[in-house]
C-alpha cells in the first residue's frame, strides 16, 4: 500500500512537473506532440472512470491525427495505468468510438467535431484535444499553444456528464471552467 502511495506521489510530482514546464518552456513542433502524448498518459492516471471501465485490464487510447501525432502517441502505447494497459488505436475513421476510454483528436472540421461529441455524450469517454475551439465545442481537456506555450483547459461539466473524475490535484495545474 505504501508503495502504491509513493508511486502516486511521483506520478503527481511528474505531473505537476510536466504541467510547470508545459506553462514556462516554448515547445518545438516536434517536442509539442511527444509532449501532449506524455501529459495524456499522466492525466490517464489521475482520471477515474465508472466501475463499467474500471474492471477492464486495458484503457484505450484512440488518436486522431496526421502522421507525427500518431507517432508521437506511439511512445506511450503499451503503458501501464493503475493497472490496466494503455493501448493505443490510430482512428482513421471516426466509427466505433465507443471502444475508447480516452479520445485524443488533433484536428476535426467544427461540424465533425459535434458530430464525435454527439456520438460519445453518454459514454465514459475523456476527450482531449488542442485549442478553446475544442472545449468550446464539448471537449473535456484542451491544450492551447499561446506565447510559443502550452497551456492545460479542463471544462469540468462534460467530465461530469461521462461520469469521469479527474484528481483535484490535477486541476490545481489546468485552467479550469464550469466547476463549483
Same mark, same amino acid.
Given at each position: 500500500?505504501?508503495?502504491?502511495?509513493?508511486?502516486?506521489?511521483?506520478?503527481?510530482?511528474?505531473?505537476?512537473?510536466?504541467?510547470?514546464?508545459?506553462?514556462?518552456?516554448?515547445?518545438?513542433?516536434?517536442?509539442?506532440?511527444? /509532449?501532449?502524448?506524455?501529459?495524456?498518459?499522466?492525466?490517464?492516471?489521475?482520471?477515474?472512470?465508472?466501475?463499467?471501465?474500471?474492471?477492464?485490464?486495458?484503457?484505450?487510447?484512440?488518436?486522431?491525427?496526421?502522421?507525427?501525432?500518431?507517432?508521437?502517441?506511439?511512445?506511450?502505447?503499451?503503458?501501464?495505468?493503475?493497472?490496466?494497459?494503455?493501448? /493505443?488505436?490510430?482512428?482513421?475513421?471516426?466509427?466505433?468510438?465507443?471502444?475508447?476510454?480516452?479520445?485524443?483528436?488533433?484536428?476535426?472540421?467544427?461540424?465533425?467535431?459535434?458530430?464525435?461529441?454527439?456520438?460519445?455524450?453518454?459514454?465514459?469517454?475523456?476527450?482531449?484535444?488542442?485549442?478553446?475551439?475544442?472545449?468550446?465545442?464539448?471537449?473535456?481537456?484542451?491544450?492551447?499553444?499561446?506565447?510559443?506555450?502550452?497551456?492545460?483547459?479542463?471544462?469540468?461539466?462534460?467530465?461530469?456528464?461521462?461520469?469521469?473524475?479527474?484528481?483535484?490535484? /490535477?486541476?490545481?495545474?489546468?485552467?479550469?471552467?464550469?466547476?463549483?
Amino acid at each position: 500500500m505504501r508503495f502504491l502511495r509513493a508511486k502516486r506521489r511521483f506520478g503527481l510530482c511528474l505531473v505537476i512537473g510536466l504541467a510547470i514546464a508545459v506553462k514556462s518552456f516554448a515547445v518545438e513542433p516536434v517536442d509539442e506532440e511527444i /509532449l501532449l502524448a506524455a501529459i495524456t498518459h499522466k492525466f490517464a492516471e489521475f482520471t477515474t472512470w465508472p466501475e463499467s471501465v474500471d474492471k477492464q485490464t486495458q484503457l484505450n487510447l484512440c488518436v486522431v491525427g496526421d502522421n507525427p501525432v500518431q507517432q508521437a502517441f506511439a511512445s506511450i502505447n503499451g503503458a501501464v495505468v493503475e493497472g490496466k494497459t494503455l493501448k /493505443l488505436i490510430n482512428m482513421s475513421r471516426l466509427t466505433n468510438l465507443e471502444i475508447c476510454q480516452i479520445l485524443f483528436i488533433d484536428e476535426l472540421k467544427p461540424s465533425v467535431f459535434l458530430q464525435v461529441v454527439e456520438q460519445i455524450k453518454d459514454l465514459p469517454v475523456l476527450t482531449m484535444g488542442k485549442g478553446q475551439a475544442f472545449l468550446d465545442g464539448g471537449g473535456m481537456v484542451g491544450f492551447e499553444k499561446k506565447d510559443d506555450k502550452i497551456q492545460m483547459h479542463v471544462d469540468l461539466r462534460p467530465v461530469e456528464k461521462a461520469r469521469l473524475k479527474i484528481s483535484s490535484l /490535477l486541476l490545481k495545474v489546468a485552467n479550469v471552467r464550469g466547476g463549483p
